[in-house]
């Protein structure tokens, strides 16, 4: 009691001696006079009364504002000054890492002044610097650096009319809708403030204040004690701290998350890569004075060779020996730290050379490793050279996607990190059953509350011992800190420990499907008080579980499964297609009404498990092997596979099932115990689940095909129907659900056009059907999503172009779900599977996930419809709307879903005319510069009317000018209408333009701006 009088009592004292905000104010015109006009409100992050957690406001000036997202600029006219001094506190709104964030810009003239922000430690606000463009030439001008925390200022000399203004950080206006005076500018910034709830329960309470009492008390200025209790970030801990406590205990906020800088760097070593393919006589190749001026320039993910647009299979030789170089170097200042190079894969042998020094052999085509080579590069501008061997030749002792093709190179990403020897560990590069890196569990989690499990493995690689202290905080998506936890320990040179951390988020956002939110979660790592690592990753909060009587379940609500197999081919670029392509793969996969994932056969690029946490996406994560199995080796490399892939992937919301087993392979029961042993002790607890198409008595999770069995499956172990949808229609090169979108094309046995795609429609609609009548399935994965090698199985092409069952898929998802903001396609949807034509089918297949479709020709009610009953549609969520026996005639045939008797989606397709034009269209139009990226390019043939023309099959020529350049050939034939062309982005940002021509069309051409 007496500890809460006290607390009272400072408040009614010495809040009045702590500015909540200050008020930073120029007068433009020179009259002193500063006056609002109209306020509609502050940038108000939620925090306390006073302004505490206000982190900042922007007033602009000349008349109204508007909260302008996305916008570096916003025009003033008039006002002059030959010297400005611009007062801001910009922490709460820029990430803290080694590349800086722009926070402010002043347009004078022709000239913008860009002050970049970047963020040192908690005591400075901010280290600026100026950068100067004159018709387009950057220029640096240094200005303040290192100020301190409070009163903030970067002044510089502005010259000539001020013609725009914009403040904006990482890419985000800032403003708020406010108005001011003509000719004025005025600024609310505000000291942050770190969290109160020092227990980490979600709510600031009695016991974080009896901590806070005693410790203020106590322990005021020893080490680590400033990162927990200085609250306003100071650098000092004193009254204004206990008001700060005081105002979040009484209010019941929350307070926002304040990042720092450290020395980790994350930096892309995709770009400036030499390649040549052929082995080299006794790998010359690694040493530094190798000659390799006439290698191939590249940049990563690379595929040694351009694929045809459909591999052939068997019969793409691709097997043979890549080598890549690369000249780097290092400042002076990077020495003393640590230094990694990560590759995400290499196909399939990997021996990596630095500076003629061997750092090691990698085994697998699928999983990342990494080499130190800290010890073994020249600083201070010095050359260093890398040199890496992948050898992608056939191995028995390798776990490999069987006997079937691989594309090669080093196909994913390669990064440099750079830390203090005091780090966080990668988790599978420290190589700990059940640790290294970070690994979040959760042994508790409703609606109400969560308990969130963070272990955190540290490495000291210092030559003394360290005094570490670990915070971690758990962050919304409004940037406030729902759970912190803070823990200290003396870590003997070159040792290491893993902090075990228990946090509780009250009244979590639950990660599912429908609604994937998303947490961060930011590590602070301390070396005596001073920061020297920090780490951001995005989790989710959920439980699962799995039962032969109650199914799936995800945060207690049962779910089934309904789902596709998905492998990672591409037309021409093999495997190497970058972050952007992964995630599209699974946008497409989304919209079309997947909320479930096997990864065939073999572990995902991490950028396509990214996309499924954000997206919504379960995933079933598969270790490399098909149809085969070695000898003792083969299955030594297999359970480390099993390892890396478990440590890489843990902490996705979105995998909830390993599958440990070999792929239609007759592997023994010890490899199969092996597998269950490894998975649940690289992942403890009651949240792993390990699949296999045999050994159910082992095995959490049972998988088959129809074909094997999986629909007469009668053990005691709850079900996934693997693959569906194709063998049980003939399989191999016989199956009717093997069809292009196109029927005439050239070399191909497979058939295509409209009759062979509602075959593959109806396979698939029947299939489903049957599983969905099992009892005791959890759900099912068609195969397959998207077209791979020669066989078009998929409901997207090998181009990502939609067939017909696409929109099968599309109409079994909930018509009242929005996912809009996560930019799908969602929610009522209706369409006409039929192009309308005379040689068209006249009984015409809708697919809607809507109560009621109406039919039109031309305007004329032709007939309102029900979905069907016949078999198979008793156990679809939604069955198709068949329209028998229709009369063509050309012209429009339209579509209308109704919903409680209202319209709420529309289709309609024209009778196609001749082919008149060409239209160009991008499938990505925000692409970052950064030489990794590869982009499809449309060209849609459409008649008269502007319509796709469904059978033409024209040669278009591509061409392409500006930062780019044509993966694919440069002329391409139509198919279905459309022709497709494949570019790969540069590194340096500016316009991409292409033109499409081809002979008797008029030309098409569309473009983009990379960033």
């Not at 120029?26 to 940038?43: K, P, Q, R």
């Not at 991490?606 to 270790?623: N, Q, R, S, T, Y």
């Not at 191909?748 to 056009?753: I, N």
């Not at 459409?942 to 002329?971: C, Q, R, W, Y």
Request: hydrophobic share 35%; proline share 4%; net charge negative.
């Amino acid at each position: 009691m007496a500890r809460i009088i006290l607390l009272i009592l400072a408040v009614l004292f010495f809040s009045a001696m702590v500015p909540a905000a200050e008020l930073y104010t120029e007068s433009f015109d020179g009259d002193g006079d500063i006056t609002l006009a109209g306020w509609n409100g502050v940038y108000d992050d939620g925090g306390s009364g006073g302004g505490i957690a206000d982190s900042i406001a922007w007033v602009w000036h000349n008349g109204s504002c508007e909260n302008l997202i996305y916008t570096n600029e916003y025009t003033v006219e008039n006002p002059t000054s030959s010297s400005i001094e611009f007062q801001y506190d910009l922490r709460r709104h820029s990430f803290y890492s080694s590349t800086p964030q722009t926070s402010l810009a002043v347009q004078v003239g022709g000239n913008w002044y860009v002050s970049k922000t970047i963020f040192t430690s908690a005591s400075e606000v901010f280290a600026t610097q100026s950068l100067i463009y004159e018709s387009g030439n950057s220029l640096w001008d240094t200005l303040d650096i290192n100020t301190a925390a409070r009163g903030s200022t970067a002044a510089s000399d502005l010259t000539g009319d001020i013609t725009g203004f914009g403040l904006y950080s990482n890419s985000q206006n800032v403003g708020g809708n406010c108005t001011a005076e003509y000719d004025d500018f005025t600024v609310i910034a505000d000291v942050q403030v770190r969290t109160a709830d020092f227990n980490g329960n979600g709510v600031v309470d009695l016991q974080d204040f009896t901590g806070f009492s005693n410790g203020w008390m106590t322990t005021a200025g020893q080490p680590g004690f400033n990162e927990i209790y200085d609250l306003n970030l100071d650098t000092s801990i004193g009254i204004a701290d206990l008001v700060v406590f005081a105002q979040n205990w009484l209010m019941g906020t929350m307070v926002p998350y304040v990042p720092q800088q450290s020395t980790r760097q994350t930096i892309s070593f995709n770009t400036g890569w030499k390649f040549y393919r052929g082995d080299i006589p006794g790998d010359n190749a690694k040493e530094i004075s190798y000659d390799d001026s006439t290698w191939q320039n590249v940049n990563i993910p690379h595929t040694p060779v351009v694929t045809p647009l459909r591999i052939q299979w068997p019969g793409l030789e691709v097997e043979e020996i890549n080598w890549y170089r690369k000249h780097f170097s290092f400042d002076s200042a990077d020495q003393g730290n640590k230094i990694f190079i990560e590759f995400e894969a290499a196909d399939q042998v990997a021996d990596v050379w630095v500076n003629e020094t061997h750092l090691g052999t990698h085994y697998g085509a699928y999983l990342p490793f990494m080499v130190d080579i800290t010890d073994h590069v020249y600083y201070g501008g010095t050359d260093n050279v890398i040199a890496v061997k992948v050898d992608e030749q056939e191995d028995g002792d390798i776990p490999a996607y069987g006997l079937w093709y691989s594309t090669g190179g080093i196909y994913r990403d390669v990064w440099m990190h750079i830390t203090d020897k005091l780090h966080l560990t990668d988790s599978v590069y420290a190589g700990m059953v059940g640790g290294g890196g970070l690994f979040i569990t959760y042994p508790q989690a409703d609606e109400s509350q969560a308990t969130v499990q963070i272990k955190t493995h540290i490495v000291n690689e210092h030559l003394t011992a360290k005094e570490c202290g670990l915070v971690s905080y758990i962050v919304n998506d409004d940037n406030m800190v729902v759970a912190q936890a803070n823990d200290t320990q003396t870590i003997a040179a070159t040792e290491d420990h893993t902090f075990t951390q228990m946090v509780t988020v009250t009244e979590p956002a639950l990660w599912h499907p429908d609604d994937p939110n998303l947490y961060t979660l930011y590590t602070h790592i301390y070396d005596n008080g001073e920061i020297a690592d920090t780490y951001q990753i995005r989790i989710g909060i959920r439980r699962i579980s799995y039962s032969l009587s109650e199914g799936f379940k995800i945060n207690g609500q049962p779910m089934r499964l309904r789902g596709t197999n998905r492998v990672q081919d591409y037309p021409y670029l093999g495997w190497a297609m970058g972050n952007l392509g992964q995630r599209r793969d699974a946008e497409l996969l989304k919209e079309a009404g997947f909320d479930y994932i096997r990864t065939s056969h073999y572990p995902p690029d991490p950028a396509f498990l990214d996309a499924c946490d954000e997206l919504g996406i379960v995933v079933m994560d598969e270790i490399p092997g098909f149809q085969y199995v070695g000898g003792e080796l083969f299955k030594s490399r297999s359970y480390q596979t099993m390892r890396d892939m478990i440590r890489r992937d843990r902490n996705h919301p979105c995998v909830i099932a390993w599958e440990l087993s070999l792929n239609e392979t007759n592997f023994d029961s010890t490899y199969a115990q092996t597998a269950m042993d490894i998975g649940h002790a690289e992942y403890p607890g009651d949240q792993c689940y390990v699949s296999a198409w045999m050994y159910d008595s082992i095995y959490d999770i049972y998988i088959a095909t129809p074909t094997a069995g999986a629909r007469s499956y009668s053990g005691n172990k709850p079900l996934i129907i693997s693959e569906h949808g194709h063998w049980e229609y003939g399989g191999g090169s016989g199956s009717t659900s093997d069809v292009h979108r196109a029927d005439d094309i050239p070399g191909d046995s497979f058939g295509g056009g409209e009759e062979p795609m509602l075959q593959q429609a109806w396979n698939h609609q029947e299939s489903h059907h049957l599983n969905r009548g099992l009892s005791n399935m959890c759900g099912d994965g068609l195969w397959v999503g998207i077209d791979y090698g020669a066989w078009p199985s998929g409901v997207y092409d090998f181009l990502r172009l939609p067939k017909f069952s696409a929109y099968f898929w599309q109409s079994q998802r909930r018509a009242d779900l929005d996912l809009s903001y996560l930019d799908i396609d969602s929610g009522p949807m209706v369409f006409i599977a039929n192009n309308w034509a005379a040689s068209s089918p006249t009984d015409v297949k809708v697919f809607s996930n809507c109560e009621q479709v109406k039919l039109y020709i031309n305007d004329v009610l032709q007939d309102t419809r029900s979905p069907d009953t016949a078999y198979p549609t008793a156990n679809l969520a939604h069955p198709p709307f068949t329209f028998e026996g229709l009369t063509f005639q050309a012209g429009e045939l339209k579509a209308e879903g109704l919903i409680n008797g209202q319209v709420v989606a529309s289709h309609t397709v024209q009778t196609p005319g001749s082919a008149s034009s060409i239209w160009v269209e991008f499938d990505i139009t925000d692409v970052p510069a950064n030489g990794s990226e590869s982009i499809f390019v449309y060209a849609y043939v459409h008649d008269s009317k502007g319509m796709v023309v469904p059978d033409a099959s024209n040669e278009i020529t591509f061409s392409v000018t500006g930062e780019s350049a044509l993966v694919t050939p440069s002329t391409v034939s139509a198919e279905a209408g459309i022709a497709t062309a494949l570019i790969r982005v540069s590194d340096q940002p500016g316009t991409i333009l292409v033109d499409a021509t081809s002979s008797g069309l008029t030309a098409g051409s569309a473009s983009i701006v990379t960033w």
